[in-house]
């Protein structure tokens, strides 16, 4: 496999990179024939991103075997990319063979200076593949990423989970319509249940989709979805520096949030690439909190207590659990996992373990779907055992 870029192109490779990396840990490479893609997983599986180029945003694309794919770390490739993108003459990404132990990345500079590096990669990867269908989730909205920046400003920089709610004007009652001037969609900041005497600022914010959208679609009764704002800032960074607009797939809580760029079309087929972030989102409604029976303030309006006089609380995640979910988190993973080599990396040995335990941990929140590539043709004892009882049983009641 052999990839050059140049111009634009080493920029918006080295912002997707950069994404990645404020999701996962590691990225997990395929390239074939018609497309590079990128797939990178969080380690509580709360956020997986996906990242697709195609054979036109290189200047040279060369793959000789059906598929080619690794995995490597993202840190290193940041390390990489340190050097200033306006000093790259082109960049060279190179795997000698599909089982060569390394991948070279070589730079060359507008000054003459050329760079190279060797990055340790695994030949064995657990790829994951999405199979949600943007399509079916029923509600959506297109924003400019600088009109969403400017939105979260109003929030604090230390918010953890947000919460959007959406409504359809035309079914508001007719005094609650005039109060609020048609603003159907809400922000919110994420109010956590269990937690009693928190003095964190709750802000609500109230928009005219008219106005700050560029595109609503929600015909329903109103619904929201809770879900993590560092990933959602992270894939607002990339459209922003793309200078794309951002489209927002949801349907309720506890079901998955889905972020895409929009092109102008909707097949994306002017575009070169694309990319997918999905969000899992908390399981409770924030529609039937206390505060939910407030009425609607004026936007950017903020303030410290719920109708019930005690504090409205934020969620805070501890330092040392920062990559766990909360307990009212719904870990969506509907990944197929595909694995085209048996054993056992050492390198990454340590890491799986961990990963391992995070899962037993998210086990006790909610059910997980789980599907191998090519289970059809699998019979029981190919799943891990931590997964069976799921497998089994996928309508299960979460245990507490």
């Known amino acids: 496999m052999e990839l050059r870029m140049s111009g634009n192109a080493v920029k918006t490779f080295a912002r997707s990179i950069t994404c990645l990396a404020r999701i996962g840990a590691e990225v997990a490479i395929q390239a074939s024939s018609t497309q590079l893609t990128f797939h990178t997983l969080n380690s509580s599986r709360s956020a997986y991103q996906s990242i697709t180029f195609k054979p036109d945003f290189f200047d040279v694309f060369t793959v000789s075997a059906p598929q080619v794919q690794c995995s490597v770390l993202l840190k290193a490739i940041c390390s990489v990319l340190r050097t200033p993108i306006a000093s790259i003459d082109h960049l060279t990404v190179s795997l000698p063979n599909p089982d060569a132990s390394k991948v070279q990345w070589t730079l060359n500079c507008h000054n003459g200076m050329r760079k190279a590096y060797w990055i340790t990669c695994n030949v064995e990867p657990d790829i994951q593949h999405l199979s949600l269908d943007r399509r079916k989730l029923p509600s959506n909205f297109v924003v400019r990423p600088r009109d969403l920046n400017r939105l979260l400003s109003n929030f604090q920089t230390t918010l953890q989970e947000i919460t959007i709610i959406a409504t359809n004007p035309t079914c508001l009652p007719p005094d609650t319509a005039t109060e609020i001037g048609g603003k159907a969609v809400e922000l919110r900041s994420y109010i956590d249940p269990t937690k009693e005497n928190d003095s964190s600022l709750h802000t609500q914010l109230w928009i005219d989709p008219t106005e700050e959208f560029v595109q609503y679609n929600h015909n329903a009764n109103p619904v929201d979805v809770t879900f993590g704002v560092k990933e959602s800032k992270a894939f607002l960074s990339f459209c922003e520096g793309c200078e794309v607009d951002i489209q927002i797939y949801f349907d309720k809580a506890g079901e998955p949030i889905l972020m895409a760029p929009k092109f102008g079309l909707e097949d994306g087929s002017n575009s070169t690439f694309d990319a ?60 197929s996992g595909s694995r085209t080599k048996g054993g056992n990396d050492a390198e990454h040995g340590k890491e799986r373990n961990e990963s391992d335990n995070v899962q037993r941990e998210i086990q006790k929140i909610g059910a997980i779907h789980i599907s191998e590539a090519g289970a059809a043709g699998r019979n029981m004892s190919d799943i891990p055992n931590d997964f069976r009882s799921v497998v089994r049983n996928p309508l299960e009641e979460p245990q507490g």
């Open 276 to 335: 997918t972030l999905v969000l899992a989102t908390m399981l409770m409604s924030q529609l039937n909190t206390a505060s939910s029976s407030e009425n609607p303030q004026v936007a950017g309006t903020s303030y410290g207590q719920a109708n019930d006089g005690r504090q409205a609380p934020v969620q805070e995640r501890s330092k040392g659990n920062s990559g766990l979910p909360s307990d009212q988190t719904r870990i969506w993973s509907d990944l």
